[in-house]
């Protein structure tokens, strides 16, 4: 494997990616890292050899359902999308691509990740919530300070914070540690008064990169922007 098959593998390491991505000509704008710079045939002929390799899946987006490995012309169609269906954030093609297990321990070879500093997080907005997971409790405690960057319109109540215990815990879909945590609560929508001004925001931003560094192979934003 060399660094542009590890690019495929690192861009769906925590979701699976829509199969009309790695085509599109704005495939960095939409994942914010480097582009891979390939051609739409070398996509296809690297995809293909990551899917006989058993690295990787396709899987149907609705149900999450892998997919039986289709042939190239069934590749080709996948990854280019009629022009209507052009790629761009927040768009789901109906097929996505992710990690098998053995893919995955193969991104972690180069990757290094260190899975007790992993946290995820989603937001809601209907209601305005988030839901935080980590390893330990600290590391949770820790992530849930940093709630609401990039977001600075909304305030969380400590009080009204839900722990769960999750054992076995899936921090991405493809890898299973022993436990894990999940924190859920409310967001509270405050006016644009309130907004830090940019110094202060840029350095809890700072703070935030440096707290959510978790693999030793650069690619996430917390590595680039470490390096900036």
Not at 87 to 111: M, V
Request: charged share 30%.
């Amino acid at each position: 494997m060399d660094l542009k098959d590890f690019w495929f593998l690192d861009a769906a390491a925590e979701f699976m990616l829509p199969m009309d991505w790695p085509c599109a000509p704005n495939v960095g704008e939409i994942l914010s890292r480097k582009s891979h710079g390939l051609s739409g045939d070398e996509v296809a002929r690297r995809m293909r050899r990551l899917l006989d390799s058993g690295l990787i899946s396709i899987f149907a987006r609705e149900s999450g359902e892998p997919l039986s490995p289709p042939s190239d012309g069934e590749l080709a169609a996948m990854l280019n999308p009629p022009p209507d269906k052009v790629a761009r954030p927040h768009y789901f093609a109906g097929f996505a691509y992710g990690l098998t297990p053995t893919g995955g321990l193969e991104w972690e070879k180069i990757a290094e990740p260190d899975w007790s500093r992993f946290h995820g997080i989603a937001y809601g907005i209907d209601p305005d919530e988030c839901v935080m997971e980590a390893a330990g409790e600290a590391r949770l405690f820790e992530a849930i300070s940093h709630t609401g960057l990039g977001r600075e319109r909304f305030r969380w109540d400590p009080r009204e914070i839900e722990f769960t215990l999750l054992e076995p815990w899936r921090p991405v879909y493809w890898k299973e540690l022993p436990r894990g945590w999940r924190a859920e609560y409310p967001l509270i929508r405050l006016g644009g008064e309130d907004r830090p001004c940019e110094p202060e925001r840029q350095m809890a931003l700072d703070r935030y990169w440096e707290f959510a560094r978790w693999k030793s192979r650069p690619g996430d934003p917390a590595d680039r922007a470490a390096r900036k």
